[in-house]
């Protein structure tokens, strides 16, 4: 059965959990109870005790196994509360902080973050001196935010010019604007006038944004669950087919698919669906060597193209 690293990871977590209420489990035993194979289960052994509430060496899972039993000696050292360290103290400070400062935060939420901001200050102690010495600021997308906040709150239309890398152009469009949220980067949903549809918009590739005085009216439309990630490719979607080297195994990590197929090179060939295959292009790009897409044929022969032309570029004027 092909597995990535999600899915690895979350199998592990149980893992852990399995093994502290069992000690001295046999390996056939939960090879058996997490449905993989033993030398899989010995693989996710060979991890554990790389993985802990820290780097530090006391921090980490003590596992090993003799072949036939699992055994966890330090599960009660693992299990006691946690403390944030000095790094990890400052890191949060820093980013709490820097948070607080953006354009458009409602002043109801900048207000509660500063209050968890104290109190982590309190319970970090000398730790959160280092903290006052570094800051953090927003700058390219935090007017946008504070436009697209505030258009979504007086239900007024947006005016955008939006750069999107699948045509590599810039576009001007109206759009009313439904909801702001995070995967990653900062979006907005919102049914754009000039197609007619809903639309996503990355915050960071709109280049100009103007509020307008027509209202926003948006159709009633049921809010996608982004629980399963910002793209959901749905079974009417175009196919795609694209072969890796071993250096783009990443791709099947980052990208949904119905198939990951091993080849003799140590590579995969991943089927996929996307409602925009032309998006793929710039993957084919950045894969380089390590990929090519496959099918369909017109996709890939503009994708090569692309590499044609990318490769032209600098053999040009310096």
């Not at 990535?4 to 109870?33: C, F, K, W």
């Not at 000095?86 to 939420?109: H, I, K, M, N």
């Not at 979006?187 to 590739?205: N, P």
């Not at 027509?214 to 175009?238: C, K, N």
């Given at each position: 059965m092909a597995t990535n690293a999600i899915?690895?990871?979350?199998?592990?977590?149980?893992l852990v959990t399995y093994l502290r209420e069992r000690p001295g489990a046999h390996v056939q035993d939960v090879a058996r109870a997490f449905g993989i194979t033993e030398d899989e289960l010995i693989s996710d052994?060979?991890?554990?005790?790389?993985?802990?509430?820290?780097?530090?060496?006391?921090?980490?899972?003590?596992?090993?196994t003799d072949g036939d039993r699992i055994w966890w000696h330090n599960p009660d050292d693992v299990?006691?509360?946690?403390?944030?360290?000095?790094d990890e103290s400052t890191a949060l400070l820093?980013?709490?902080?820097?948070?607080?400062?953006?354009?458009?935060l409602r002043e109801s939420d900048r207000q509660a973050l500063l209050r968890a901001t104290a109190k982590l200050e309190t319970a970090a102690g000398e730790a959160a001196a280092a903290s006052s010495r570094l800051?953090?600021?927003?700058?390219?997308?935090?007017?946008?935010?504070a436009d697209v906040d505030r258009a979504i709150s007086e239900r007024r239309r947006l005016w955008l010019r939006y750069y999107s890398p699948a045509r590599d152009e810039l576009t001007e469009r109206e759009v009313d604007p439904i909801r702001l949220f995070a995967v990653g980067h900062t979006y907005m949903e919102a049914w754009c006038r000039l197609s007619e549809d809903r639309r996503t918009f990355r915050?960071?590739?709109?280049?100009?944004?103007?509020?307008?005085?027509?209202?926003?009216?948006?159709?009633?439309?049921?809010?996608?669950?982004l629980s399963e990630g910002l793209v959901q490719p749905a079974a009417e979607d175009p196919e795609v087919v694209?072969?890796?080297g071993p250096g783009g195994r990443w791709v099947a990590e980052y990208y949904p698919h119905d198939s990951a197929e091993e080849l003799a090179d140590g590579g995969l060939r991943i089927t996929l669906r996307t409602p925009d295959p032309a998006s793929l292009r710039r993957l084919a790009l950045r894969l380089g060597g390590e990929g090519?897409?496959?099918?369909?044929?017109?996709?890939?022969?503009?994708?090569?193209?692309?590499a044609r032309a990318a490769l032209a570029a600098y053999d040009g004027p310096a």
């Amino acid at each position: 059965m092909a597995t990535n690293a999600i899915d690895q990871t979350r199998r592990m977590l149980s893992l852990v959990t399995y093994l502290r209420e069992r000690p001295g489990a046999h390996v056939q035993d939960v090879a058996r109870a997490f449905g993989i194979t033993e030398d899989e289960l010995i693989s996710d052994l060979d991890v554990l005790p790389m993985c802990g509430t820290s780097f530090r060496g006391g921090d980490l899972l003590d596992i090993d196994t003799d072949g036939d039993r699992i055994w966890w000696h330090n599960p009660d050292d693992v299990a006691e509360p946690l403390r944030f360290a000095a790094d990890e103290s400052t890191a949060l400070l820093v980013a709490a902080r820097a948070v607080a400062t953006l354009p458009g935060l409602r002043e109801s939420d900048r207000q509660a973050l500063l209050r968890a901001t104290a109190k982590l200050e309190t319970a970090a102690g000398e730790a959160a001196a280092a903290s006052s010495r570094l800051s953090v600021t927003f700058e390219s997308e935090g007017g946008v935010f504070a436009d697209v906040d505030r258009a979504i709150s007086e239900r007024r239309r947006l005016w955008l010019r939006y750069y999107s890398p699948a045509r590599d152009e810039l576009t001007e469009r109206e759009v009313d604007p439904i909801r702001l949220f995070a995967v990653g980067h900062t979006y907005m949903e919102a049914w754009c006038r000039l197609s007619e549809d809903r639309r996503t918009f990355r915050l960071d590739r709109v280049a100009e944004i103007r509020l307008l005085d027509e209202p926003s009216a948006p159709p009633e439309l049921e809010l996608r669950d982004l629980s399963e990630g910002l793209v959901q490719p749905a079974a009417e979607d175009p196919e795609v087919v694209i072969e890796v080297g071993p250096g783009g195994r990443w791709v099947a990590e980052y990208y949904p698919h119905d198939s990951a197929e091993e080849l003799a090179d140590g590579g995969l060939r991943i089927t996929l669906r996307t409602p925009d295959p032309a998006s793929l292009r710039r993957l084919a790009l950045r894969l380089g060597g390590e990929g090519r897409i496959v099918a369909p044929q017109d996709l890939a022969r503009s994708a090569q193209s692309a590499a044609r032309a990318a490769l032209a570029a600098y053999d040009g004027p310096a």
